[in-house]
């Protein structure tokens, strides 16, 4: 049997020992976000400090650590709606594309996707100039033909998985046309936030586009060359419900369709921007390109014991600005 001082040195030595591990758990990890902050106008607000941040985890203030502009490369992926709706507007589109390429490819990995009919990778990810433009070129809207949105967010999604993307963003340049993707909105919004993309939205008002926004409802394709879509052109088969312009209600495909433009920009911390006539792309996307280059990677203290926060608020000390944080897949 051990005897009293041999017990006591045992026990004086589990207690240094467990007082060492609390010490090391108790230890704080640095966390990350990615923050945007715009004025009222939509335009960058340069020049923001450690010192101009607060983050509050569940109601809880947390120090900041460091903020500065964030300069790592983006993983981009560019979907451009090419369906019927647009072929009106697919001029202007690639107007803006084009901009939006010109002024992120230097820092970024850009893949560009065309939705009218089921997705089509344009251009795989690169920097490449010329690639790019070669992508944009080949950007044109087609007569008959639904868009697949949902499709397209769903399978880019998938595909930021696939290559371990740290920084995946996801910009649509989008009509209100009708929509035939088979993936409802409900799993594309979760898929978007449990991969961590932040998505934007330059979206093209059926009001300015109701000339260009009448599909025919001759045969329907899936694509350029594209089948016939199941159903359209049917014996019994009322175009009515998928939306045709006697609708006379609020379609399944259209609540799917606004659900996903909505929601998914909210939830990554993007922005949804509406745009009145198709002329506004190339400044919309300027605007995206600018908010891009200039998001802050915002660093504070979190104590490594706590159960994660449900919920992270940022907050910028001055009055005017648009705060919306990004979230970071390799930090979570």
């Known amino acids: ?22 010490t090391i758990s108790a230890q704080p990890a640095e966390r990350s976000l990615l923050v945007s902050v715009v004025d009222g106008d939509g335009a960058p607000v340069p ?4 010192r101009d941040f607060e983050v509050r985890e569940d109601g809880v203030e947390r120090e900041v650590l460091r903020a500065a502009r964030d300069t790592r490369p983006r993983q981009i992926a560019l979907l451009v709606d ?32 065309s939705f009218g009919g089921r997705p089509r990778i344009l251009v795989p990810s690169t920097r490449e100039p010329a690639r790019l433009r070669e992508g944009v070129a080949g950007i ?18 998938l595909g930021f998985v696939r290559r371990g993307a740290s920084r995946p963003v996801m910009v649509v340049l989008a009509t209100e046309g009708l929509d035939h993707s088979q993936v409802d909105s409900t799993t594309v919004i979760r ?33 350029p ?32 369709r606004d659900l996903a433009l909505n929601r998914a920009p909210h939830a990554g911390g993007g922005r949804r921007r509406d ?34 926060p449900r919920d992270v608020e940022v907050r910028v000390a001055r009055d005017g600005v648009d705060v919306r944080k990004a979230p970071l897949p390799e930090a979570r």
Not at 5 to 17: E, F, G, I, K, T
Not at 47 to 50: E, P
Not at 140 to 157: H, P, V
Request: with cysteine.
């Open 1 to 22: 049997m051990m005897d009293t001082r041999a017990v006591s040195l045992v026990c004086a030595a589990l207690a240094v020992l467990l007082s060492a591990v609390g």
């Open 82 to 113: 090419t369906s019927e709706a647009a072929l009106g507007a697919v001029a202007n589109f690639r107007n803006g594309v084009t901009a939006f390429v010109n002024a992120l490819h230097r820092e970024s990995e850009i893949t560009i996707i």
């Open 225 to 256: 060359p594209g089948v016939g879509l199941p159903g359209f052109g049917a014996p019994g088969f009322d175009p009515a419900g998928f939306g045709a312009p006697r609708d006379g209600g609020f379609a399944r495909w259209r609540i799917d």
């Open 191 to 223: 898929d978007i936030e449990e991969a961590g993309v932040t998505v934007h939205a330059a979206v093209l008002t059926e009001r300015s586009a109701r000339t260009s926004s009448r599909l025919s409802f001759g045969p329907i394709r899936s694509g």
């Open 275 to 308: 745009m009145l006539a198709s002329m506004a792309a190339e400044a919309t996307l300027e605007a995206v390109a600018a908010e891009l280059l200039n998001q802050y990677l915002v660093v504070y203290s979190r104590p490594a014991t706590l159960i994660p």
């Open 140 to 157: 044109f809207a087609y007569s008959q033909t639904a868009a697949y949105l949902l499709d397209a967010m769903s399978e880019t999604t």
């Open 47 to 50: 020049g923001l400090q450690a």
